[in-house]
Every structure is written in C-alpha cells, then in structure tokens.
C-alpha cells in the first residue's frame, strides 16, 4: 500500500503510477525529516500517522476512516514501499535527533523507544524485500483485495457504493503492477516452489468461473440492497459495479492468470530460502524481526526440540488418564482418524465454538482489570479463498465501533479441525486470546500514539496468543482430558514449528522430511500438517514467533508469582502486559521487573 492514487480510468500504466507516487513521495518524506514538533514527541508521531495514512487509503478502512479516498487502493509498486520505508526512517531520525528517553516522561520514552525499534527492525529487513513472494496461498493481491472489499469496505450510502465500484475498477491497475513485479522478480529466480502455484490459480479460477455471481459482486450486491434508495438507483450501481469487474478487474485477473501458469512451469522444487544469494542473511533478519531477539536458527531449532520433548511427557499423562494403551504415535495416530473427534457439519462446529465463548466469557472479569469493549463475532472463511486460507485467523475491530473483531475459522476440511483443538483455537483467536488482547490496543485512547494502537510485535502479539490457550487451563477450562490434550497438541505444534521452520530455510530441510517430522511427532491430522508446512515454506521465520513469545511471557508470569509471593494479582500482571500494546519481548521484560520492584517497595 502506499500513496493516494485516484483512479480515473480502467487502465493506468504502471510507470506513470511509480512516477507520479515518486515524486509526491518524496516530498512526504522529506517534510517530516526537517520538522520539529511544537507540541512535543506526540505531535511528531501524529504527523508520521497522518502522513502514513495519506499514503495508505486501505489503512484509514480499516480503522473505519472513509473519506475523499475511500474509493482508492494505493500505490502498491516498489515505489510505494520505498516511500513507506523513507517515512519511517526520516521520522526515526527527526525523533533522535530532538528527542531523548532520559528526558521525555515515562510513557513518551517507551513511545521513543517502541518507534525506535520499529525503524530499525525495519531497516534490517528491507534491504531483503525483494525476497519475498508477490503472489502465494498464503498472501496476494489475487485473495487479499476482494477479501479486502468484503470485509472491510462498508457501504453505508450511495457514496460509498460509488467508491466500492471504484475500487473494483481499480483492481486492474493494481494487480497489473503487481503482476508485473512477480514476473521481474521471477526472472531474478525468486519464485515460490510449484506447488504453490495451483492454490494461487485456484483462487483466481474461483473468482473468474463465478463471473458475474462471484463472492466480491454478490457482497456489493447484497450492502447496496440495504441502502435506502430508490430501486433504479440500486439497478445502476450493481450494473456499474458489473461493468467495472468486466471492463478492469476481470481482463487483469486473467493476465495474472497466465503469468501464474508461466511461472509455474519454471518453478523449482527447493523450499527454503538458503538458496538466495544472501538466503541465510535474509533469514537471519526474518528471525530477529519475528522474534525480537538475538537467536540464531540453531538456539530455535534446538529450544523447539526441547519443547516438544516436554510436551510429549505431558500428553503421556494424559494417555494413562484415559487409560489408553499403546505408546505415543499410536495415541496420535487414533486422536488423528477417529471419526468421534471431528464434526459432521460446519454447523455443528459453530455451535460447539459458540458454546466454548458462552463458558469463557463470565470468568474474564476474574484475570482481567481490563476487558475490550469490541464485541466478537465468528464467521467461516469466505468460499473464494477457504482451499487456500490458513485454518484459523482474527481481524482487529474498528476503532470506531463500526466493525467487530472477527475470528475467522476455516471449515473448507472438517477433517482438518479436530474436535480436540476447538476449544485452544477459540482460546488462541478470540477470548482471552488475540481478539482481548488486540481489541485493548486499539481502545487504549488517542493519547497513545497510533503507531502502538495499530501496529504489531509478532513475538508479543502470538506469544499472547499461545499463552490464552495455557491461560485457559489456569481458568479452569479443558474439562475433558481430550480437549486438555488438544490444547497440549496446539502448543506442542508451535514447538514443533520451532524445528520444522529452521530445518526448511536453515537446515536445508525438504518440505517432505518437514511434513514427515510433524506426522512423527503430533497429533494433527494429514492435511493440517501439509497445509501448516506449506505455510512456513512461504511465511519464512514467522511461525517461530509464537512460542518464543510465549516462553517469554510465562517465564516473566511466574517470576512475579515467585518474587512476589502472596501478593501476586494475575489481573495487575495483565494490565502490565496488556496496557502498553505491543512490545519487543526484551522491553516487556523490562515492564514487567519495573512493575515487580514497585509492588514489592509498596
């Protein structure tokens, strides 16, 4: 994403995008390099997210911002991410050059220091961008952008319906950069393996077999029979939106289409990112990044290995409690085929989820001073993009309240969603998990720079994530000894992930010794683990994040259960981890022995 682009016309070449985004990008950038604040270090953060937001119309959706671009996507070639990136580091370096945390109060000096360290992770992974994948099952332009339209763009009168016809009309420009990007990239050898390719087309078959009944026009179809106009007014807008998808969207999404089938017939069979000239640097830098530590590949690798070796102790616990006989693997091998542990209807499932956050929700005020006000919702993955979607995943709420926080669940294979790990997956995804933890970020207040309230630490953010499903243990929960040995089976596959992640892109690893390692050593049905696998071979270092963060998080719980004795208060140690948003875990380390000393003086 990046600057405000209008489009105007269903074809705009991509170099008159790149020079026009250039040269007002620039501009951008160098006003904030020269400026000092008079209002403080506040006002200089204000200044990057407005500029920011200038650069990003999708960004302002999201927080429910619908203004004079709301129609428009945003500078999506390499131009744009420079421009993005130069912002960030020009209001970085404004920042230490008028600024310093020994003289700034409390929560400005954590805010110097949070910006800080988002600059400079930053700039050790942007000298690599060209690494990375355009188009995949994971992530692309060919899913996020119609996901984009209907989740996110609400239609709340004709304008707005203007501006989501707009948008369709848009797509065009768009996925041609990009696509033009993809096929430069791939002339450099920096592809993904072939087998992702069928998932990319698949998603655009789903979109262009479903022509004019496909998921994007039925949802603008169905915001725009709710409006309060006329019926020929309603007639014109779902024809424009017609034209537009046929006129723009639909020829672009064809030329992605034949690109994707070229490339694929190039495509090499090796998964890792060691084989790019600086692969291991790059690597590096993605670990550093996800984790927010020094760790090397084999300090992960050998911290995964010993995790899943604690874990699988304890699900031998739980085997002698229900009195299974036979050793691990066949435990796995009967929690992964019996038909009693898996569901015979998305319906079914559903219900099953709305029963789990009906228990949780009242025992929340018990663990938390501080509850979001967002209300949560669950909804299945949309069909144009479940074959190729993760299993589960959450969106942040609006800040305006006009959008929910969503856990999204994907039930494209009920027999890849084991009854055991519903309960985990809620706990992880929604309450106390990421939708508690994140909806407190966004609701932390307009005096806290926006930056804290809309960004991200993935180390802090999934390690809370990972330690919800623990939470949900000290809460009582997991009743049933099999729902218990889910939640072990949940954390012992973000372990398992430890070894499977650096053994793909460190270790040379084949994506089949990886899906073998998890067959050996979890529980997760067949197709979990081959589409977990194939996650991590196109999302490099980023599963890693998850149980670092959580080490990180029960290690600074229970030294100040130790140090703290008695007057231990699980709701304060909350509040502490909670109320600064997220952090790298060194800094909320740091929080945490501050809060330690002060109760312990008091």
């Not at 609701?443 to 630490?457: I, Q």
């Amino acid at each position: 994403m990046g600057r405000i682009l209008r489009i105007v016309a269903f074809s705009v070449s991509a170099f008159a995008l790149s020079a026009c985004a250039t040269q007002r990008q620039e501009a951008v950038g160098a006003d904030v390099a020269t400026q000092r604040p008079a209002r403080g270090i506040d006002a200089l953060f204000d200044a990057y997210d407005q500029r920011q937001l200038e650069q990003s119309p999708r960004s302002k959706a999201y927080r429910g911002i619908r203004d004079e671009d709301y129609g428009e996507w945003g500078d999506v070639s390499d131009a744009g991410r420079i421009a993005q990136h130069e912002l960030l580091q020009a209001t970085a370096a404004t920042m230490r050059a008028n600024y310093s945390p020994a003289t700034l109060q409390t929560d400005d000096a954590l805010s110097f220091r949070l910006f800080d360290a988002v600059a400079k992770r930053s700039a050790q992974t942007f000298q690599f961008r060209d690494y990375g994948y355009i188009f995949d099952q994971m992530n692309g332009a060919q899913s996020d952008l119609p996901a984009f339209l209907i989740n996110i763009h609400s239609v709340a009168n004709a304008d707005q319906a203007n501006d989501y016809i707009e948008r369709i009309a848009g797509m065009g420009p768009v996925l041609d950069i990009l696509t033009a990007e993809s096929r430069e990239r791939a002339g450099r050898g920096v592809m993904p393996p072939k087998w992702v390719y069928p998932y990319v087309i698949s998603d655009i078959d789903n979109l262009l077999d479903a022509r004019k009944d496909n998921a994007m026009l039925e949802d603008f179809a169905g915001k725009v029979g709710k409006l309060d106009i006329a019926p020929a007014e309603k007639n014109a807008l779902l024809s424009r939106a017609e034209d537009a998808w046929t006129a723009s969207a639909r020829p672009a999404y064809e030329r992605l289409l034949g690109e994707m089938k070229r490339q694929q017939s190039i495509a090499g069979t090796v998964d890792g990112v060691w084989r790019f000239p600086q692969g291991r640097a790059y690597y590096d830098a993605l670990l550093s990044n996800y984790t927010t530590t020094d760790l090397t590949a084999d300090e992960i690798h050998r911290i995964g290995l010993d995790e899943v070796a604690r874990i699988h102790r304890e699900m031998r616990d739980i085997m002698r409690q229900v009195g299974f006989e036979g050793t691990l693997q066949q435990f796995f091998e009967y929690a992964r085929t019996d038909p009693k542990f898996y569901f015979k209807s998305r319906e079914d499932y559903l219900a099953a989820v709305e029963e789990v956050q009906d228990k949780v929700e009242p025992l929340l005020p018990r663990y938390f001073a501080t509850l979001p006000k967002a209300p949560l919702v669950v909804k299945p993955v949309e069909a144009f993009r479940e074959q190729s979607a993760g299993k589960a995943f959450y969106q942040s709420p609006a800040p305006d309240g006009s959008r929910p926080g969503t856990y999204y669940v994907n039930l494209y294979r009920l027999e890849d969603m084991s009854r055991n790990e519903l309960e985990a997956l809620y706990y992880h995804e929604g309450l106390p998990g990421h939708h508690l933890q994140r909806a407190v970020q966004t609701e932390l207040g307009d005096d806290v720079p926006a930056f804290r309230r809309f960004g991200g630490v993935t180390a802090y953010t999934e390690g809370w994530g990972l330690y919800a499903e623990e939470l949900g243990k000290d809460m009582g929960l997991y009743t049933d000894p099999y729902s218990d040995f889910g939640r072990l089976g949940m954390e012992l596959w973000r372990a398992a992930r430890l070894v499977v992640d650096t053994g793909i892109h460190s270790k040379r690893w084949s994506r089949e010794r990886a899906i073998d390692y998890l067959k050996q050593n979890t529980p997760n049905p067949d197709g979990d683990i081959r589409k977990a696998i194939e996650r991590y071979v196109v999302y490099p270092g980023q599963a890693t994040a998850y149980m670092i963060g959580k080490l990180k998080i029960m290690e600074l719980r229970e030294k100040a259960r130790s140090e703290l004795g008695d007057s231990f208060d699980i709701r304060a140690f909350h509040d502490v981890v909670l109320r600064s948003g997220p952090v790298p875990l060194s800094i909320l380390e740091e929080n945490v022995d501050a809060w330690i000393a002060a109760e312990r003086s008091n």
